[in-house]
Nanobody, 127 residues
Framework: QVQLVESGGGLVQTGGSLRLSCLES????????MGWFRQAPGKEREFVAA??????????YYADSVKGRFTISRDSGKKQLYLQMTALKPEDTAVYYC??????????????????WGQGTQVTVSS
């Protein structure tokens, strides 16, 4: 089975940091792009970050709202995806989802292009 499992969410204060992790099953061999999306109560799901991965190298893509604060990365074993979040703001509060898709051209910000999804992990940033 193909599975994605997120972890690392929690409650932090404004300005704090969290690192989200996403573990992918070894059955995912065609995945070339992995990303993070988030959804806050009453809002649509929005793109956060993605990485177009080739072996040990990859080019990151970020939503304007998180540029300079969040960093996406993926380990060399293609098993773990990370989202390092710093300088967190209350507007970052949302359920964060890990997602994966096959190789394709840009853009990588469209959720309908992703095949596999995790169950999500809650991130809450207090004022």
């Amino acid at each position: 089975q193909v599975q994605l499992v997120e972890s690392g969410g929690g409650l932090v204060q404004t300005g704090g940091s969290l690192r989200l992790s996403c573990l992918e099953s070894e059955s995912i061999f065609s995945t070339a792009v992995m990303g993070w999306f988030r959804q806050a109560p009453g809002k649509e799901r929005e793109f956060v970050a993605a990485i177009n991965w080739s072996w040990n190298s990859g080019e990151p893509y970020y939503a304007d709202s998180v540029k300079g604060r969040f960093t996406i990365s993926r380990d060399s074993g293609k098993k773990q995806l990370y989202l390092q979040m710093t300088a967190l703001k209350p507007e970052d509060t949302a359920v964060y989802y890990c997602a994966a898709r096959g190789w394709g051209s840009e853009p990588y910000s469209q959720d309908q292009d992703y095949t596999y999804w995790g169950q999500g992990t809650q991130v809450t940033v207090s004022s």
